[in-house]
């Protein structure tokens, strides 16, 4: 650093350096400059990045040049990689998209309307009117930096606001009338998203290249991708079914006559009703499992989940003369002698 400092707060040597890199001050350099420019003895690039190793045999000196100077470095001669483009991204996007229960568990193609910004046909993101061109910044002269001096000639390098870096501003009078210079404008689209089914509610589902297209309009030479779009999903309620990740759950209610004589029930499903079984003796809280009844998986495995049936037993909460008359003789037959009597079985016999 200290060295880099001495050579570009010297006219001659920051001349040298211009003209001939670090190569100048190198004696053994091809074409170097010869001599020492400190007056004693050896390269001051010695053991920086050499083939001699020593500190940081990777490091390149050219590098921290480019830190003081603000200049371009000289890597590889000064020569750019002629098949590297840089590409510009632009935003993503996110809409909501409300399904029901069963669209969720089956899947569902849903029609969205977006509106990104899209690649303005008419300048076809340049931002320029047809038949005109960019022009050089005046500002940093071109080169995408502006150079700040301090005192004793230190000098420190910043983008240059005038043209964002990119050495290049869009003449006045010059920008495409469709756009307004940015290269890219709003456009209504109407697309199709495939809802997978096993879709949970908050999930977010991204479609690659469905977002806004980047303003290249004050760019110069970029390529414009489009960013995504995330299509958030919202599950409605059911009111029959609630979810366990890939397990549908549903309460069926039963009386009091067939859980204690059991019977048969009708179960709605995802695929239609279909009728179950109940055990004689069933109580509130037994449960059933019809298997491959629930949702499409989303874990990567295959198939669907199982409906989860639970039962409950209605009591009922006033019983006509008959009823308890019935409910006592029953009682009585099962040996209770909690139950409560107000009928007189046992005096009718």
Do not use: W
Not at 50 to 74: C, I, K, T
Not at 308 to 333: C, D, G, H, S, W
């Amino acid at each position: 650093m200290q060295s880099a400092y001495e050579i570009l707060s010297d006219a001659k040597k920051k001349e040298q350096y211009d003209q001939f890199g670090a190569a100048g001050f190198d004696p053994n350099a091809a074409g170097g400059m010869g001599g020492d420019p400190f007056g004693g003895g050896g390269n001051p690039f010695a053991g920086f990045g050499g083939q001699g190793g020593g500190f940081g045999s990777n490091f390149n000196f050219e590098d921290l040049f480019q830190a003081f100077s603000g200049q371009p470095g000289r890597r590889g001669g000064g020569r750019s990689n002629p098949f590297q483009q840089e590409v510009a991204v632009g935003d993503n996007i996110e809409v909501q998209a409300s399904i029901s229960f069963l669209e969720a568990a089956k899947g569902v193609a849903k029609t969205i309307n977006i509106t990104p910004l899209v690649t303005c046909q008419t300048c076809t993101g340049s931002g320029l009117k047809p038949g005109t061109q960019r022009a050089s910044c005046k500002t940093c002269h071109g080169t995408g930096t502006k150079v700040h001096f301090i005192q004793g000639g230190f000098q420190m390098a910043s983008t240059c606001g005038t043209c964002s870096g990119t050495g290049k501003i869009t003449p006045k009078g010059s920008e495409c009338r469709t756009c307004a210079g940015d290269g890219a404008v709003r456009e209504r689209q109407t697309i199709t998203v495939d809802i997978p089914g096993g879709v949970e509610d908050g999930m977010r589902l991204r479609v690659d290249g469905h977002g806004d297209a980047p303003l290249t309009g004050q760019a110069s030479d970029v390529k414009g991708m489009r960013g995504d779009l995330f299509v958030f999903v919202r599950v409605a309620a059911d009111p029959k079914f609630s979810r366990a990740g890939s397990d549908v759950l549903y309460t069926a209610t039963i009386p009091l006559t067939t859980a204690v004589l059991g019977g048969e029930v009708t179960v709605p499903t995802l695929d239609g009703q279909v009728k179950v079984k109940v055990a004689t003796g069933t109580s509130t809280g037994d449960k059933m499992t019809l298997t491959g009844k629930g949702m499409k998986r989303l874990d990567g495995r295959r198939g669907t989940g199982d409906l989860k049936v639970q039962f409950r037993v209605t009591m009922p909460k006033y019983l006509t003369a008959n009823q308890r008359t019935i409910a006592e003789m029953l009682a009585e037959e099962m040996g209770d002698k909690t139950a409560k009597r107000v009928m007189n079985v046992n005096r009718s016999r």
